[in-house]
């Protein structure tokens, strides 16, 4: 994922997300997990913090449907490959990880492109849905809505389904990915209507958690802490 990165003092640079985290883990960034900058860019598109430099900003370009310029985009690309050819280095441990990843991430893809062929699939594609992997080796199809909400449907063994009219799980979920509401429906397309009817409930509004901005206001409500 190329994102926008920007700070008090840095010119904003168009760069790959691996590549700023572990300039962020090489630099000693702390106060931020990786984790939870991948979160808020996939979940509300950006992500602000502090460090050395000041305040900084990271923008995820497809999330809010923006586009590079065209001078930014060859920049970007020229950091992107400069990086990839650089030898690395990389300790055991995080060897076995990496190989792990490696591994998980062609077993995935070939589920994605498995599931592409299937009748099951050309129909959920169509409606709108993804493949994704919701832990444990476990499957779901899901469907993002504009407000962050997602619908995950998948079958009683918490697969993508093998047959159109088999028992279907479906749940309903807020931003933060947690549960709103649950059901079972016999059939994909009996599946299909709810997930289409849950789009209409409103998710449960919640106390603010107070992220501060580092100017002792919280980013997400705009109140003094």
């Not at 209409?200 to 501060?212: G, L």
Request: charged share 25%.
């Amino acid at each position: 994922m190329f994102v926008l990165y920007t700070s008090d003092n840095e010119a904003p640079t168009a760069i790959d997300l691996d590549q700023l985290l572990a300039n962020f883990k090489t630099s000693g960034v702390t106060g931020c997990e990786a984790v939870d900058i991948r979160d808020a860019l996939a979940q509300e598109g950006w992500f602000t913090g502090t460090h050395d430099d000041g305040r900084y900003v990271i923008i995820n370009f497809d999330k809010l449907g923006l586009t590079p310029k065209p001078d930014m985009l060859d920049q970007m690309y020229a950091n992107y490959h400069a990086v990839k050819a650089a030898p690395v280095v990389v300790p055991a441990t995080e060897a076995k990880a990496v190989a792990e990843t490696s591994r998980f991430h062609t077993w995935f893809d070939g589920v994605v492109a498995k599931a592409a062929t299937t009748e099951i699939g050309k129909r959920m594609l169509a409606d709108g849905y993804s493949v994704q992997h919701t832990g444990g080796g476990c499957l779901a199809w899901e469907r993002q809505f504009a407000d962050g909400r997602y619908v995950y449907i998948c079958d009683e063994g918490n697969g993508l389904g093998d047959e159109m009219g088999e028992l279907y799980l479906c749940g309903l979920y807020d931003k933060d990915g947690d549960s709103i509401d649950v059901d079972a429906a016999q059939g994909l397309d009996k599946a299909l209507d709810w997930a289409r009817e849950a789009e209409a409930i409103e998710a449960p509004k919640k106390a603010c958690q107070h992220r501060d901005d580092g100017r002792g206001r919280c980013i997400d409500c705009g109140a003094f802490l």
